[in-house]
Every structure is written in structure tokens, then in C-alpha cells.
């Protein structure tokens, strides 16, 4: 945890980054996985002071409706605390990579609810 808490004085806020550097650790993601350690340990005050960073940070906020998570256009959204950027062998960027086998949203939540 110790170097954890190192690592979290050089990260930067998402926003600091440039669009072709996304999937990028930072600031945000470091508290969020914080927060679940803690969350896990059950230790629920560091836990909530942790996840209270994230939320307050104003970097990250949640889709006004739930669909949102999946929609393709919303890659690296405003939900989005970590997300990996996966690549062919091409070395291009696969696009729609959070949908899985190509399906759409509504496909993925028939009878979900």
C-alpha cells in the first residue's frame, strides 16, 4: 500500500491527458482501486474517504441512463475510471471493444429488467 500511495503523487487527473493517451493510470484510478482495497479489508471509512475523492473529483460522473456504459460512442466516457485500449495486430485501435461479439446494448439487456 505504501508504494501505492507514492505512485499516486506523479498520476495526473484524467483530463490532464491528451485523447492518444487514454487507458492511461491516474489520479482517479488510483483512489478508486484504494477504495476497494480498503472496501475489502473492511475498513469502511477509508474506504468511503477514498471513493468520496473520485466522486468529488469532478473527473468522473454517471450516464443519465444506464444503456450509457454501452453505447459505443461513450469509450472512455465519463463513467470511465480504467479502461483498457485494446489494439490488433495492426496496431490499430479496435473500436466498440466494450460491446462484447459485436451485439448491441439492447440485445446485451433484453430481459434485463
Given at each position: 500500500?505504501l508504494i501505492w500511495r507514492q505512485q499516486?503523487?506523479?498520476?495526473?487527473?484524467?483530463?490532464?491527458?491528451?485523447?492518444?493517451?487514454?487507458?492511461?493510470?491516474?489520479?482517479?484510478?488510483?483512489?478508486?482501486?484504494?477504495?476497494?482495497?480498503?472496501?475489502?479489508?473492511?475498513?469502511?471509512?477509508?474506504?468511503?474517504?477514498?471513493?468520496?475523492?473520485?466522486?468529488?473529483?469532478?473527473?468522473?460522473?454517471?450516464?443519465?441512463?444506464?444503456?450509457?456504459?454501452?453505447?459505443?460512442?461513450?469509450?472512455?466516457?465519463?463513467?470511465?475510471?480504467?479502461?483498457?485500449?485494446?489494439?490488433?495486430?495492426?496496431?490499430?485501435?479496435?473500436?466498440?471493444?466494450?460491446?462484447?461479439?459485436?451485439?448491441?446494448?439492447?440485445?446485451?439487456?433484453a430481459g434485463a429488467f
Amino acid at each position: 500500500m505504501l508504494i501505492w500511495r507514492q505512485q499516486k503523487k506523479v498520476l495526473p487527473l484524467k483530463s490532464a491527458y491528451p485523447a492518444s493517451e487514454l487507458g492511461r493510470a491516474t489520479l482517479g484510478t488510483a483512489d478508486a482501486l484504494l477504495a476497494k482495497v480498503y472496501l475489502f479489508r473492511q475498513n469502511y471509512e477509508q474506504a468511503k474517504a477514498y471513493a468520496l475523492k473520485v466522486i468529488q473529483s469532478g473527473e468522473y460522473s454517471l450516464y443519465p441512463e444506464y444503456r450509457g456504459v454501452f453505447l459505443p460512442d461513450q469509450e472512455n466516457g465519463v463513467e470511465s475510471i480504467f479502461e483498457a485500449q485494446i489494439i490488433n495486430t495492426d496496431g490499430q485501435q479496435i473500436e466498440n471493444s466494450n460491446i462484447p461479439n459485436g451485439k448491441e446494448p439492447e440485445e446485451l439487456l433484453a430481459g434485463a429488467f
